[in-house]
């Protein structure tokens, strides 16, 4: 289980990893600095389907399975829960944001319905993500010896919080900022995981 537990989010950093660098460069003059990682998937856009269902879908299922990874190995207080509840949302608001893809560029002057579902859920995923890893920060109180869980929980938290809310496609370097967003969420559960591991055994985690 203590390999689970880190191979899970390795495996979807790597695969959205892998993912964005394979379709950009498959999209004539795509940018990663000024470009959303959702135009990839966007209607019209080169191979969108592909980057959508096999791209960005199976890096979310593992997330969803790292949770549950989490649920067998963590003590279920109400703040864990509750913090997983929110990743959660957080990957499955992004399924359904692949599932709706943007249109293309995802700067359309007159929004479709997938258009608008996918902003809304993205914004969703976001916004729950980063609730949830504030929250597993404050319940690595219970367990861990070391702050590095809670203080880089915190941390992440404000810092993508601010990031997120400058998600603006006027923006020259919004994939940037989109990609940091990201790396910072993945980066949090990787000190988590391995945090997880290292204290598995020990009688302050008990199952």
């Not at 390795?10 to 795509?30: E, K, N, Q, R």
Request: aromatic share 14%.
């Amino acid at each position: 289980m203590k390999k689970i537990i880190l191979i899970f989010p390795s495996l979807s950093l790597l695969w959205l990893a892998f993912t964005v660098i394979l379709a950009g460069s498959t999209y004539p003059d795509y940018s990663h600095v000024s470009q959303f990682m959702s135009e990839l998937g966007a209607s019209g856009s080169p191979n969108g389907d592909l980057v959508n269902y096999f791209g960005f879908i199976p890096t979310e299922l593992f997330i969803l399975l790292f949770l549950f990874a989490l649920l067998k190995v963590m003590h279920k207080t109400k703040l864990m829960v509750l913090g997983v509840a929110c990743v959660f949302v957080y990957a499955l608001s992004l399924i359904v944001a692949a599932i709706y893809p943007c249109d293309f560029q995802c700067r359309p002057v007159d929004p479709s319905f997938s258009h608008d579902m996918h902003m809304l859920f993205s914004a969703m995923a976001y916004l729950a993500g980063i609730a949830g890893i504030a929250i597993l920060a404050i319940d690595s109180k219970t367990w861990c010896e070391s702050n590095v869980p809670f203080l880089s929980g915190l941390l992440v938290s404000i810092v993508a919080l601010v990031l997120m809310l400058n998600l603006n496609p006027d923006i020259p370097f919004v994939g940037l900022i989109q990609r940091s967003t990201e790396l910072l969420i993945y980066t949090w559960f990787l000190i988590l995981a391995w945090n997880i591991c290292k204290y598995m055994d020990s009688s302050q985690l008990p199952s």
